[in-house]
């Protein structure tokens, strides 16, 4: 899969993680700033994807957030490693 197939599939976990309402209001507030940062098309991908991890980073260290949400972003991190 190349690199603009794989980070579709990641905006739609993040799109997953944006209505799941079961996570608090920042968190999917920042999962769709997350997905906005990969859909820049100005910047170079390592770029978006740095911002992207950045704040997702900053998502998962969020003390309110629930373990599954929590998990989600640690394998949409993971995800996002592999895209070059």
């Known amino acids: 899969m190349d690199a603009e197939g794989r980070l ?6 993040l799109d997953q993680l944006a209505e799941d309402t ?3 209001r920042n968190i999917r507030r920042g999962a769709t700033e997350a997905k906005d940062r990969l859909l820049r098309r100005d910047e170079a991908l390592d770029v978006r994807v740095a911002g992207a991890n950045f704040i997702l980073d900053e998502l998962a260290n969020d003390p309110n957030i629930p ?3 929590r998990t989600l972003i640690w394998n ?7 895209v070059k």
């Open 67 to 69: 373990l599954h949400g």
């Open 8 to 13: 579709r599939q990641i905006m739609g976990v």
């Open 22 to 24: 079961s996570v608090p």
């Open 76 to 82: 949409i991190m993971s995800q996002l490693e592999t």
